[in-house]
């Protein structure tokens, strides 16, 4: 958010410390008034990146999510698979 408060601080004519409680002020009533799932690009926006770097974020982010999942799928087929296995050769 160092951008931010030293553009607050030179635009406003106050304190870089003004500046940066200006500026958690800000970014608290934005997410006060957003879903949650809304908190990481704000937080991306606010230290300087932009909304499409925010939605990247989160897409790389929801890829691992699924990527994890899907290994999780696989060890439990494989494990019921195998739990068949050994049921049918048991008969």
Avoid: C, W
Avoid at 14 to 19: L, N, P
Avoid at 60 to 85: P, Q
């Amino acid at each position: 958010m160092n951008e931010l408060v030293k553009e607050i601080s030179l635009k406003a004519g106050i304190t870089e410390e003004q500046a940066a409680k200006a500026a958690l002020t800000v970014s608290d009533y934005l997410k006060a008034r957003t879903p949650h799932l809304m908190h990481e690009q704000l937080e991306v926006i606010l230290n300087g990146g932009t909304l499409s770097d925010a939605f990247k974020k989160k897409l790389e982010t929801l890829r691992e999510d699924v990527e994890d999942a899907a290994r999780n799928f696989g060890k439990k087929a494989e494990e019921f698979a195998s739990d068949i296995k050994k049921k049918f050769q048991k008969q």
